[in-house]
């Protein structure tokens, strides 16, 4: 997918006056934040499950060469092949040797950020090969020509009125007077479109939420069940996925999977979780014949050994952006990119560069939310810190912003002049606020183009602290 992270400015403004999206975004009030504060209230060792989740990831993430070599080496013993790809160009050229040595017309998808992530689809469609996405969401958005605004929710951002045109408007064989108005009847009308998906495709192609070192498996959860059939139907099925999704054993892979449905949903487990360890073997009922995986590193190993490194933890539950104020506000679509939210401001700076994401990181308010329900405890605002220092050190942000922060860095590494300039301010401000607020203020056009700044009143806060310090 090409980015579009540079333009996240004019993006997240016309996100804001967007009436439908705003609706659409009033869902987090009720739903995946309350249904997670819920699951975790219901499991009490939640906490020692976070510590341990970050432990697993954290050693394996310090020894991800072992892992992924054992890795392959499993895949390889139960019969599959495994694929490296240093980057997306590599990924696509892969699958699509693979597919064209098959001579494959029509491919089934399951949900995958990292085909969204290598822009598989168009590459596919340009081979001249048709690839079907079979989760509802990603159907209804590649019917659309969108692309996801969640993790997990892809569609999150369109109503199901919405959905339901798309749907008169694509599927024209049907007829045109069939009931739409429930949620169920648009499932219903998808499953049977996608049911022929399934039983021609001649490659099912999946992601995987986990890989699996101890036995060469590979993982992944939804909630629909299309993983399934996509992956045991075609004669060939392809697994897409990230380097840093390898956990050493089935155990820990366990214990990631009961962090990662509360932590999405607020399920206790997912509707489906599908173990895949090789092709169909001589006495299997069904499944694939053949069984590849694409293990694409795309600026991941570049992050090992380094301060980012815990970003690498991530298990995309999307707990992160559940939560921020900000993601709320604009949606997944102002980010330009894979992935939104806080993930998506202290991940996307390292797989599309600085230069492109550089607004991200500073599109977080600090509040912490993020940090405090990601279920591996990634530090989400320290490193949206540390991408802010770089964007400083690459001299990427505009001279004005340049400008002001070495002001402001002048006067705070100086506290006593620190607190001169803070309370004549404060006393000048105060006086001049007519009614209590400014309506325009020299540099400050980002607050006060849409709202009023308050004008200071009382004492600063340095004074009041240092009277309850000493008090
Ligand atoms: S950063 Fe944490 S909360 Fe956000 S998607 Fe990744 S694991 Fe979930």
């Given at each position: 997918?090409?980015?579009?992270?540079?333009?996240?400015?004019?993006?997240?403004?016309?996100?804001?006056?967007?009436?439908?999206?705003?609706?659409?975004?009033?869902?987090?009030?009720?739903?995946?934040?309350?249904?997670?504060?819920?699951?975790?209230?219901?499991?009490?060792?939640?906490?020692?499950?976070?510590?341990?989740?970050?432990?697993?990831?954290d050693?394996?993430?310090?020894?991800?060469?072992?892992?992924?070599?054992?890795?392959?080496?499993?895949?390889?013993?139960?019969g599959?092949?495994?694929?490296?790809?240093?980057?997306?160009?590599?990924?696509?050229?892969?699958?699509?040797?693979?597919?064209?040595?098959?001579?494959?017309?029509?491919?089934?998808?399951?949900?995958?950020?990292?085909s969204?992530?290598?822009?598989?689809n168009?590459?596919?469609?340009?081979?001249?090969?048709?690839?079907?996405?079979?989760?509802?969401?990603?159907?209804?958005?590649?019917?659309?020509?969108?692309?996801?605004?969640?993790?997990?929710?892809p569609?999150?951002?369109?109503?199901?009125?919405?959905?339901?045109?798309?749907?008169?408007?694509?599927?024209?064989h049907?007829?045109?007077?069939?009931?739409?108005?429930?949620?169920?009847?648009?499932?219903?009308?998808?499953?049977?479109?996608?049911?022929?998906?399934?039983?021609?495709?001649?490659?099912?192609?999946?992601?995987?939420?986990?890989?699996?070192?101890?036995?060469?498996?590979?993982?992944?959860?939804?909630?629909?069940?299309?993983?399934?059939?996509?992956?045991?139907?075609?004669?060939?099925?392809?697994?897409?996925?990230?380097?840093?999704?390898?956990?050493?054993?089935?155990?820990d892979?366990?214990?990631?999977?009961?962090?990662?449905?509360?932590?999405?949903?607020?399920?206790?487990i997912?509707?489906?979780?599908?173990?895949?360890?090789?092709?169909?073997?001589?006495?299997?009922?069904?499944g694939?014949?053949?069984?590849?995986?694409?293990?694409?590193?795309?600026?991941?190993?570049?992050?090992?050994?380094?301060?980012?490194?815990?970003?690498?933890?991530?298990?995309?539950?999307?707990?992160?952006?559940?939560?921020?104020?900000?993601?709320?506000?604009?949606?997944?679509?102002?980010?330009?990119w894979?992935?939104?939210?806080?993930?998506?401001a202290?991940?996307?700076?390292?797989?599309?560069?600085?230069?492109?994401?550089?607004?991200?990181?500073?599109?977080?308010?600090?509040?912490?939310?993020?940090?405090?329900?990601?279920?591996?405890?990634?530090?989400?605002?320290?490193?949206?810190?540390?991408?802010?220092?770089?964007?400083?050190?690459?001299?990427?942000?505009?001279?004005?912003?340049?400008?002001?922060?070495?002001?402001?860095?002048?006067?705070?590494k100086?506290?006593?002049?620190?607190?001169?300039?803070?309370?004549?301010a404060?006393?000048?401000?105060?006086?001049?606020?007519?009614?209590?607020?400014?309506k325009?203020?020299?540099?400050?056009?980002?607050?006060?183009?849409?709202?009023?700044?308050?004008?200071?009143?009382?004492?600063?806060?340095?004074?009041?602290?240092?009277?309850?310090?000493?008090?």
């Amino acid at each position: 997918m090409q980015p579009h992270s540079a333009d996240f400015p004019a993006r997240a403004a016309d996100a804001l006056t967007d009436p439908e999206l705003r609706r659409a975004l009033t869902k987090f009030k009720t739903g995946f934040p309350v249904n997670r504060a819920r699951a975790v209230a219901n499991l009490p060792e939640f906490e020692a499950l976070r510590d341990a989740a970050k432990a697993v990831k954290d050693h394996t993430l310090s020894h991800l060469d072992h892992y992924l070599e054992a890795f392959e080496a499993r895949v390889r013993d139960s019969g599959g092949h495994v694929h490296w790809a240093r980057d997306a160009a590599e990924a696509r050229s892969i699958i699509l040797r693979l597919a064209t040595e098959r001579d494959a017309r029509l491919i089934a998808k399951g949900k995958s950020m990292v085909s969204e992530e290598i822009g598989l689809n168009a590459a596919l469609e340009a081979a001249g090969i048709k690839a079907v996405e079979t989760d509802l969401g990603e159907y209804i958005l590649q019917i659309r020509g969108e692309v996801p605004s969640h993790i997990v929710a892809p569609a999150l951002h369109l109503s199901k009125e919405q959905v339901a045109a798309d749907f008169r408007r694509t599927h024209t064989h049907l007829p045109p007077d069939r009931p739409l108005d429930q949620p169920t009847d648009l499932l219903a009308e998808a499953r049977g479109e996608l049911r022929d998906v399934f039983l021609n495709a001649d490659i099912g192609i999946t992601g995987a939420n986990f890989l699996v070192a101890e036995t060469g498996s590979t993982i992944i959860v939804t909630n629909e069940g299309n993983g399934d059939l996509t992956q045991t139907l075609p004669r060939c099925h392809i697994v897409l996925t990230g380097i840093e999704k390898v956990v050493p054993t089935l155990a820990d892979a366990t214990l990631m999977l009961r962090l990662l449905a509360r932590s999405a949903t607020g399920q206790e487990i997912t509707a489906y979780t599908t173990f895949s360890t090789g092709p169909r073997r001589a006495d299997d009922a069904d499944g694939p014949r053949e069984f590849h995986v694409v293990l694409l590193d795309n600026g991941r190993s570049a992050l090992l050994g380094t301060e980012m490194q815990e970003v690498l933890r991530c298990i995309r539950c999307g707990a992160c952006m559940n939560h921020c104020p900000v993601y709320h506000a604009v949606g997944g679509h102002a980010y330009g990119w894979v992935y939104p939210g806080p993930i998506g401001a202290a991940l996307d700076p390292a797989l599309i560069g600085v230069k492109e994401a550089r607004h991200l990181p500073n599109a977080s308010t600090f509040c912490g939310k993020c940090e405090s329900v990601c279920p591996v405890k990634i530090p989400l605002p320290k490193i949206m810190h540390r991408w802010r220092e770089v964007e400083f050190e690459k001299r990427l942000s505009p001279p004005s912003v340049r400008q002001g922060l070495w002001a402001w860095g002048l006067f705070a590494k100086r506290p006593r002049l620190y607190r001169l300039i803070t309370s004549i301010a404060m006393r000048v401000m105060g006086l001049m606020g007519k009614e209590g607020s400014f309506k325009s203020l020299p540099l400050a056009g980002g607050w006060t183009d849409t709202r009023d700044f308050p004008a200071p009143q009382g004492r600063t806060f340095q004074s009041m602290y240092k009277d309850r310090r000493h008090g």
